[in-house]
């Protein structure tokens, strides 16, 4: 069975390509060379993965399937949330963020936060939400070299050490992704 993933982060291709059974293909937007900008306008990352699956949906009238992920902090009343790419500013610059967000938290005890993941399917013309919650903490500054974004001040709980202290393979284990991944793969394979 062949799906389409709206995405052109190989890394997210590569994560999901290992969970798959071997009868699925993973198609992305980058093996279709559909390069045109998908508007993220949604308030919430639902609403986003739902606009990026109807997009390519309704270009290509395939299977498909779209992710949106971010960081909500307990103490910043849910936030970045849906902004964390840009959280501080159009640049989107990981250290730009992950610094706003230490400095924001500078002085409150409740740095408890999770990242969040929703995969929208649409799939025979249905569409369905997959979530995936890893739950942590923020650093009180930032820690390791491995993975991207707000990695370096995230505690994933049960651990002593930010994500970007474990190797990917580890991060994959436990991540937000992970989680709403295989709960997607679960439904294709019933
Ligand atoms: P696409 O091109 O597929 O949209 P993206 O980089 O925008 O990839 P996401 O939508 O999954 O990635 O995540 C939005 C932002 O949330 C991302 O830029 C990071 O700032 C943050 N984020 C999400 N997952 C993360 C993770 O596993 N580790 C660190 N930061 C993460």
Same mark, same amino acid.
Do not use: D, I, T
């Given at each position: 069975m062949e799906l389409i993933f709206g995405t052109h982060n190989h890394n997210k291709v590569e994560e999901i390509n290992k969970l798959l059974p071997p009868n699925f293909t993973v198609k992305s937007l980058t093996d279709l060379n559909y390069y045109s900008e998908i508007e993220e306008s949604g308030k919430t990352l639902e609403e986003n993965a739902l606009i990026k699956a109807k997009t390519i949906f309704n270009t290509f009238k395939k299977n498909c399937f779209s992710d949106d992920s971010g960081l909500e902090v307990f103490a910043l009343g849910g936030k970045p949330g849906v902004y964390s790419a840009r959280?501080?500013? $159009?640049? $989107?610059n990981a250290e730009a963020n992950t610094n706003k967000i230490l400095q924001e938290l500078k002085g409150i005890d409740n740095r408890q936060a999770q990242f969040r993941s929703v995969i929208a399917l649409i799939f025979n013309e249905t569409e369905y939400l997959f979530e995936g919650i890893i739950k942590g903490e923020i650093s009180h500054s930032p820690r390791g070299r491995n993975g991207f974004g707000y990695d370096p001040i995230f505690i994933p709980e049960k651990q002593h050490v930010t994500f970007a202290q474990l190797t990917l393979f580890e991060k994959n284990k436990i991540s937000h992704r992970s989680k709403a991944f295989k709960k997607l793969i679960e439904f294709l394979k019933s």
């Open positions: 959280y501080e500013g $159009k640049q $989107k």
